[in-house]
């Protein structure tokens, strides 16, 4: 076993010869939009993204169903599976097999397999002083999709957010494996501090926010003035907020962004400064929703989390 449960990175590692190892991961969720094929198509696009994040090659998968077949038409349940399965073959990932149970509420999701060489994983421990941070998708999924929920989303700020979210994390992972990087996590239900958190601490280093450059999603800020705020993201600030030193006066707000549970989010890339320009060239070529540096990678200081305001 190279990497395991007790390092919290995005999923495990398994050498079964010197030049192959496994990576394996496992996510499913109750439906963050209405539309069943494009929870399918989310479902799976989250659960491929840690295998991304540690810079390996998904090759196989299994679908993971709950569906309560008494309340929902099973065409439901097929438009759900056909979504992820339109996915896998973006990806060149074989649907094996899977498992269904009856469940009140609907769940779906993958349980994932990737390939990789055992030297050329990316973890959460490897960022070094002097980084830079690059994000590869815009925040807000979280608090957008509790806007769809309650039905008070705007459809283009609804859509802006699904178009985020069904986009996989493989263009940045191979540009990352192709220019080079330190770390690597992917951006899911802790929020961008909580993950920070986890690549600060696993790599014994303190980390700055570039508050301003971080990107956000249409409509997020708006949402969140309207108390639109899923549990969850409060609950993530409530479990950072005394490792981060914020800017004096810093909004709720702002604080609540970057605690925002992504759902599906993206990449965040801890790289050398000499890199930075050729990795965002290349994320770019792949026609990633955005590459932006958001911070950097400072020397361990009293919080592990600096967030700046200009």
């Not at 700020?157 to 979210?165: C, L, P």
């Not at 929020?191 to 249409?218: F, W």
């Not at 705020?229 to 950072?240: C, I, K, M, Y």
């Not at 590459?291 to 919080?303: E, S």
């Amino acid at each position: 076993m190279l990497v395991g449960a007790v390092s919290g990175d995005d999923a495990g590692v398994y050498r079964i010869a010197d030049d192959l190892a496994l990576v394996m991961t496992t996510d499913f969720f109750t439906p963050i939009v209405d539309d069943p094929y494009d929870f399918g198509r989310i479902a799976a696009v989250n659960a491929l993204s840690d295998v991304y994040a540690m810079g390996a090659e998904p090759f196989t998968a299994l679908n993971i169903a709950c569906f309560p077949r008494d309340d929902l038409p099973l065409s439901v349940l097929t438009d759900i599976i056909r979504g992820g399965h339109a996915v896998c073959e973006e990806a060149g990932v074989a649907v094996i097999g899977g498992h269904t149970i009856d469940d009140p509420e609907p769940k779906f999701g993958l349980a994932v397999t990737g390939r990789v060489h055992p030297d050329r994983i990316f973890s959460n421990d490897g960022a070094a002083i002097g980084d830079h941070l690059i994000l590869t998708k815009p925040l807000g999924t979280g608090i957008i999709g509790t806007a769809i929920k309650q039905g008070v989303a705007a459809p283009d700020h609804a859509r802006a957010a699904i178009d985020s979210m069904v986009a996989l994390n493989r263009g940045p992972s191979l540009a990352m494996r192709s220019v080079g990087a330190n770390a690597c996590t992917d951006i899911t239900g802790f929020g961008l501090l909580g993950h920070l958190l986890n690549l600060a601490v696993a790599s014994s280093v303190s980390i700055e926010i570039d508050y301003p450059a971080v990107p956000v999603l249409p409509g997020v800020r708006e949402y969140i003035d309207r108390d639109i705020v899923p549990g969850g993201t409060e609950r993530n600030l409530a479990s950072v907020e005394t490792d981060v030193e914020w800017p004096e006066d810093f909004p709720e707000t702002g604080r609540l962004l970057l605690a925002d549970a992504q759902t599906s989010g993206g990449l965040l890339i801890s790289v050398s400064p000499d890199l930075v320009g050729d990795l965002i060239s290349e994320i770019d070529r792949h026609g990633t929703p955005c590459a932006v540096t958001i911070g950097r990678v400072v020397a361990p200081a009293a919080k592990s989390l600096i967030v700046h305001s200009a």
